[in-house]
């Protein structure tokens, strides 16, 4: 089902209300996103329009692998439960 931008907004506001950094927050939570468009809306608020922007950067083509961000904020157990649940998509 397609969100419509309200939907959107809404959910890049609970992403940044998480409290992460854009780099923590795509070590923790990126591997639950199959598809990412929150950069494609413009947000009144510039702080949460530069977090968006940071996380889709991390998370591009051209970003760090995502292995080297999650091993700065996450333990080897963390990791090893996000890699398995990786593997079993």
Request: no cysteine.
């Given at each position: 089902?397609?969100?419509n931008s309200d939907d959107r907004i809404r959910l890049a506001k609970?992403?940044?209300a998480e409290?992460?950094?854009p780099e923590e927050w795509v070590a923790r939570r990126s591997h639950e996103i199959v598809s990412w468009s929150l950069d494609e809306l413009a947000y009144d608020d510039p702080v949460l329009e530069n977090w968006i922007a940071q996380v889709t950067e991390l998370m591009g083509l051209n970003g760090p692998p995502r292995s080297e961000i999650r091993s700065k904020y996450l333990t080897p157990e963390e990791i090893k439960e996000i890699e398995d649940s990786e593997s079993n998509v």
């Amino acid at each position: 089902m397609r969100q419509n931008s309200d939907d959107r907004i809404r959910l890049a506001k609970q992403f940044f209300a998480e409290g992460f950094s854009p780099e923590e927050w795509v070590a923790r939570r990126s591997h639950e996103i199959v598809s990412w468009s929150l950069d494609e809306l413009a947000y009144d608020d510039p702080v949460l329009e530069n977090w968006i922007a940071q996380v889709t950067e991390l998370m591009g083509l051209n970003g760090p692998p995502r292995s080297e961000i999650r091993s700065k904020y996450l333990t080897p157990e963390e990791i090893k439960e996000i890699e398995d649940s990786e593997s079993n998509v």
